[in-house]
């Protein structure tokens, strides 16, 4: 007995340890614990989210983007992709947001992998700033209400590929749908003491949640968080800010502080987060954050910067 036991001891090891360190996508399947589920891609957090919400163990759920890594510049690697295209589903943002999506999509066999743009069926709404490349803002799902309502959208694709688990499937869906339906009145609960309206941020990913809560965001980089603002900008916010009262400029984790910081320094003002959930990073992830508690803790910090 001890000449088996030791060698599939030894296996589990070097298994684990290579899960531990390869963050590639490839290091997270081909685990025995999966064989016979549905292999689900996702391609950034929140995606990640609502599939796992739904799906539960029901699915092996592979996020491509690796933890903590900031998703509107990220592509996946060819490795990746090409694991893609053994998958039995996709789960993707769309509105622009995957700008390597749809090279991605045309390569795929859509009778193997079921394609899923969670976005559709939204209204999107154009970004402040033109450029060039695809003028929606693609943060659909920084609104609960929105997010909720991709989440239907991968529910149907779930039901279509397994038709077995459809009862499992929608009882998850609506615990889903009533924590987003919760969010939703607690935020515009708060919102009813809000003397201001204003919000400064980092990069322009909060125009749905703003058109959600009757609030005017001010952005100080454009839909895509690459994008420096001009001196003549930064100019234009510090006067807009002086003019209204403004006390808190928001940051946020996958951008660079250094304008929203230099902004609050010439206001005599602070920042705080507000985070757009487009990621976690690995220690966030390991403590059980996800998008409704990310949500609270912005709704935290809207209610300090706005009563
Ligand atoms: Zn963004």
């Not at 993707?92 to 045309?106: H, L, S, T």
């Not at 009145?185 to 990069?203: L, P, Q, Y």
């Not at 951008?255 to 966030?284: D, Q």
Request: net charge negative; with cysteine; charged share 30%.
């Amino acid at each position: 007995m001890k000449k088996i036991v030791v060698p599939v001891f030894l296996i589990l090891v070097l298994t684990f340890s290579a899960a531990g360190c390869n963050k590639d996508a490839a290091s997270k399947i081909n685990n025995n614990d999966n064989a016979g589920k549905l292999k689900i891609f996702t391609s950034f957090y929140p995606m990640h989210f609502i599939a796992k919400e739904i799906a539960k163990d029901k699915a092996e759920i592979i996020n491509m983007i690796p933890a903590g890594v900031e998703p509107h510049d990220w592509e996946p690697t060819l490795k990746t992709m090409a694991q893609l295209q053994e998958s039995d589903m996709f789960v993707y943002n769309g509105a622009g947001m995957e700008r390597w999506a749809d090279r991605v999509i045309e390569n795929l066999d859509k009778n193997k992998t079921k394609v899923v743009e969670a976005s559709d069926g939204i209204e999107l709404i154009r970004g402040e700033e033109d450029h060039g490349h695809d003028d929606n803002d693609p943060h659909v799902w920084v609104s609960p209400i929105n997010l909720k309502k991709e989440a239907l959208n991968v529910l149907d694709a779930l039901i279509e590929k397994d038709k077995g688990n459809e009862a499992f499937y929608k009882e998850n869906y609506e615990k889903l749908a009533e924590a987003l339906d919760k969010l939703d009145r607690d935020i515009k609960e708060a919102g009813k003491s809000f003397r201001g309206n204003i919000i400064v941020t980092s990069h322009e990913a909060f125009g749905y949640f703003a058109k959600e809560y009757n609030l005017e965001q001010i952005p100080i980089r454009g839909v895509s968080p690459q994008q420096e603002p001009s001196p003549a900008k930064m100019a234009e916010i510090v006067k807009l800010c002086k003019e209204k009262n403004i006390r808190y400029i928001f940051v946020e984790k996958f951008v660079n502080p250094k304008y929203s910081e230099t902004i609050a320094r010439e206001i005599k003002g602070e920042v705080l987060t507000l985070n757009a959930a487009h990621g976690l990073t690995e220690e966030e992830e390991k403590s059980g954050m996800d998008y409704i508690s990310i949500m609270y803790e912005n709704l935290e910090n809207l209610k300090k910067a706005l009563e």
